[in-house]
């Protein structure tokens, strides 16, 4: 999506090793997160950022940790990669004003972890 | 915990006919309600939204009905086109860090 853009698209890594997937905008949006998608689960919130060097935890953050050093870029990283990761991950942003309907997703990154 | 419980998991609709998804909520502190439509391959984008204050809200064939004493709101689609084939999420919003949760999803297929 314009604005958002996620990568890799596609990750297969082992189990055991350490994963960054990053999320990169240009929309100066102060909101950012992380969200796994999976089947009978939906979208759960696993980080979020509300601003530079500001971030807190969401549903499911265990085995995941975050870092904003920049309003444009948010890392999703994966300490030692289990099996129970391998899911789709959506980034998602907003500008915080107009309610939270404004979120915009990019397009995923589908990790695959044997 | 699902705060936000979205049903049917999958449905099926024929072509014209009318595709009705409903959520319900727990958290008497959401208050703003979207409706996201994801295809495959594609991050979820926004469909439509509604504010508590109001019990419905109607853009082109997709209607947002909106209960509020029963905590339950419901999406429905008029004359179903095959072009709405997709994943369905409900989500609900707190101010708080304008974070969104949302419903496990609906997969509607519309056949011809």
């Known amino acids: 999506d314009a604005g958002i853009t996620q990568s890799p698209r596609h990750k297969v890594t082992e189990t055991g090793t350490p994963v960054t997937l990053r999320c990169h905008q240009t929309?100066?949006?102060?909101?950012m997160y992380w969200y796994r998608q999976d089947p009978g689960h939906g979208l759960r919130l696993i980080h979020y950022s509300y601003g530079v060097k500001d971030t807190d935890k969401g549903e499911v953050s265990d085995g995941y940790s975050v870092s904003r050093s920049k309003t444009e870029d948010f890392l999703l990283t994966l300490e030692s990669a289990t099996s129970s990761q391998t899911s789709v991950y959506f980034c998602?942003?907003?500008?915080?004003?107009?309610?939270?309907?404004?979120?915009?997703f990019g397009s995923g990154t589908r990790l695959t972890v044997v | 915990q699902q705060q936000v419980k979205q049903s049917p998991q999958s449905l099926i609709v024929q072509k014209g006919g009318i595709s009705i998804i409903n959520c319900a909520y727990e958290?008497?502190?959401?208050?703003?309600f979207p409706w996201y439509q994801q295809f495959p391959g594609k991050g979820p984008a926004l469909l439509i939204a509604i504010r508590p204050d109001v019990s419905e809200k109607k853009e082109g064939r997709f209607t947002i009905s909106f209960n509020k004493s029963a905590k339950q709101f419901s999406l429905h689609i008029m004359d179903s086109q095959p072009g709405d084939s997709a994943t369905y999420f409900c989500?609900?919003?707190?101010?708080?860090?304008?974070?969104?949760?949302f419903g496990t999803g609906t997969r509607l297929q519309v056949t011809l």
């Open positions: 958290n008497t502190a959401f208050d703003y």
């Open positions: 998602a942003i907003t500008s915080g004003t107009g309610g939270g309907y404004g979120y915009t």
């Open positions: 929309e100066n949006h102060r909101y």
């Open positions: 989500a609900a919003y707190t101010g708080t860090a304008s974070k969104l949760t």
